[in-house]
């Protein structure tokens, strides 16, 4: 619209120039010097039809690129926005693109789709939802231990062809992507993001948006916060060569010259080396990050698991003793746990919903016990949840450890901040984001939801009387569902007051969508890591501490955490609590 107005204006001024000397036709050389004027306005008029051919060319572009993912991700919907690349570009178009694309269409699109825009733009997301997106990708980085490349090429763990050939980042989004790890003081992952924008810029990208300057600019910074005088000398020259006028490149070349060569003056002992040596390996890690999130980001990887049972479902179908499982080897779990693991036929001293059909019930741990049943509610019951759940689900919130609110779970790199319980001081540190939005549903509200509430019931003998109503939690990018305790614990002795049923003694999950990668229930003390799979229910006895029971023993046992979610369709996860209350 700018390069219109600009054309125009120049049209004009020559006219006004030829208006105000209209005798030139008196002098052939008045006359020679408007073919000069005609030369300048045909220039002047063919910048003007290169720019509106440029500018249909680009809005075709946009359209024919549009209608090829429109096609693509109609095929899976779910499957295609559950590769977080393809979540995030989504997002990054609606707040970002297409308003670009409007501000470009406006001087010749007809005024109903502008409005129609207009109108649609009020539902598009905003900065901080391209924000959340771009941080959780970064979270999936850390806790997967992805590098760019990986993520940049759209190759994750559990892509398929189709989600992979739609994911690849350019260069404007690897640069976006350093630009919020920058704006939240995040130099760790600003470096990453910026080197490989950089990188893929050398590879002969193209981009209208980003240089090398600016890049160069962000790396030289990041690496210098990050301690590295060195290298943001040498990314501060390569700017330099690129732009020699570069103002604060300039006077950022005279400070780390002036750094380093006092460094060199100071003699560096044995001790500052291993100093040293301990900063760069602790890159990106901030001070609040805590020894046992460690543990949980390896677990998340499939690293260091003790409980590695895994059931073939075809021996359920021909049980003949209860010893049919059937145990993947791990040597962190001993025979005598695994001989204590069984799955079963079971129907609750022969209840009389389940004598001539029995459940199919798996032992998955022993302390705390966590038993898994298989078949138990219906697709068609479950899509009837989903369809309940859908139109109620919000921002997911948390409880504040001190005050006892809820509150709204802020989205963070998980690498900075998690919830964690601190071995150290035996402290939980809050948690600062949960990637979900939940929906609650009542017994009264639709017969599907009674009739799990109901077949629970029968399952376990506990009074579903003293249950909070059905929880359905939907799973965002890199969903998860952050560390946390079901129960309250000693020192939160009026967590669920309000409710008046007593503490949490048990939990059942429900699995409504498969994971394609990611997305176990983590317990960091024990090291297990249970795995997701549509249509089990996941029963979790929590055992709240009490008088007689060491709450260190009990809490960091039952401490329950789900896996960052790396490829799924969006996860809808039902949990439903039971409080010790009128319990026999």
């Not at 993947?328 to 389940?354: A, E, I, K, M």
């Not at 302390?367 to 298989?374: E, G, K, L, Q, T």
């Not at 029971?549 to 809490?555: G, L, P």
Request: with cysteine.
């Amino acid at each position: 619209m700018a390069k219109l107005h600009h054309c125009c204006m120049i049209l004009l001024l020559l006219f006004t120039s030829v208006s105000a000397h209209s005798d030139f036709f008196t002098s052939i050389g008045h006359m020679t010097d408007l073919l000069f004027v005609e030369r300048d306005l045909v220039s002047s008029l063919k910048d003007y039809i290169r720019a509106e051919e440029d500018k249909l060319q680009r809005i075709k572009r946009w359209a024919d690129r549009l209608d090829a993912l429109s096609t693509a991700s109609s095929q899976d919907p779910e499957g295609f926005l559950g590769h977080p690349v393809n979540a995030f570009k989504l997002i990054k178009r609606l707040n970002t693109e297409w308003v670009e694309l409007e501000s470009l269409a406006l001087t010749d699109v007809s005024d109903a789709f502008v409005s129609n825009l207009t109108i649609q733009r009020q539902h598009f997301p905003n900065d901080d939802d391209q924000t959340g997106a771009a941080k959780a990708l970064m979270r999936l980085q850390d806790t997967y231990e992805l590098d760019t490349e990986t993520i940049s090429s759209g190759r994750l763990p559990g892509s398929t062809s189709l989600a992979t050939a739609s994911s690849v980042m350019t260069v404007e989004d690897c640069y976006d992507l350093g630009k919020v790890a920058y704006s939240d003081a995040d130099y760790y992952h600003t470096e990453l993001w910026m080197a490989q924008a950089l990188k893929q810029l050398e590879q002969g990208e193209e981009s209208s948006v980003v240089d090398a300057v600016a890049i160069l600019d962000y790396l030289s910074y990041s690496v210098y916060q990050q301690g590295e005088l060195e290298r943001a000398l040498e990314f501060t020259k390569k700017l330099l060569e690129l732009d020699p006028s570069h103002q604060r490149a300039n006077g950022n070349l005279k400070y780390f010259e002036y750094q380093l060569s006092k460094q060199k003056k100071l003699e560096v002992g044995e001790n500052d080396k291993e100093e040293q040596r301990m900063q760069k390996e602790n890159r990106g890690r901030r001070d609040d990050y805590l020894p046992e999130r460690k543990q949980y980001e390896k677990l998340c990887r499939g690293e260091g698991i003790r409980m590695v049972s895994r059931l073939k479902l075809n021996t359920l179908l021909r049980v003949d003793s209860e010893d049919s499982c059937h145990f993947l080897p791990s040597s962190r779990q001993t025979p005598r746990r695994q001989s204590r693991l069984f799955c079963r036929y079971y129907d609750n001293d022969r209840h009389p919903r389940f004598v001539i059909g029995p459940l199919k019930q798996e032992d998955e741990w022993d302390s705390p016990y966590i038993v898994r049943y298989h078949d138990i509610v219906s697709d068609r019951d479950m899509e009837k949840v989903k369809e309940l759940a859908k139109p109620r689900l919000r921002r997911a919130t948390i409880s504040n450890p001190t005050t006892g609110a809820l509150e709204t779970a802020q989205y963070r790199i998980s690498k900075r901040r998690a919830t964690v319980h601190d071995p150290q001081t035996g402290t939980l540190t809050t948690a600062h984001y949960r990637v979900s939005k939940s929906a609650w549903l009542g017994a009264y509200e639709h017969p599907v939801v009674d009739k799990i509430n109901r077949k629970i019931q029968d399952i376990t003998g506990l009074d579903v009387g003293t249950a909070e109503d059905l929880q359905v939690a939907n799973y965002g990018v890199g969903g998860q569902y952050e560390p946390h305790f079901d129960f309250g614990r000693k020192d939160e002795p009026d967590a669920f007051e309000e409710l008046g049923t007593g503490n949490r003694i048990a939990t059942w999950l429900l699995y409504m969508s498969d994971v394609q990668a990611g997305g176990a229930t983590v317990f960091t003390d024990i090291g297990a890591a249970v795995q997701p799979k549509k249509g089990i229910i996941r029963q979790v006895v929590s055992f709240p501490a009490t008088s007689e029971t060491s709450e260190q023993q009990v809490d960091r046992r039952a401490d329950g955490r789900v896996d960052v979610v790396l490829r799924s369709s969006p996860e809808r996860v039902h949990l439903h609590q039971v409080h010790s209350r009128e319990q026999t």
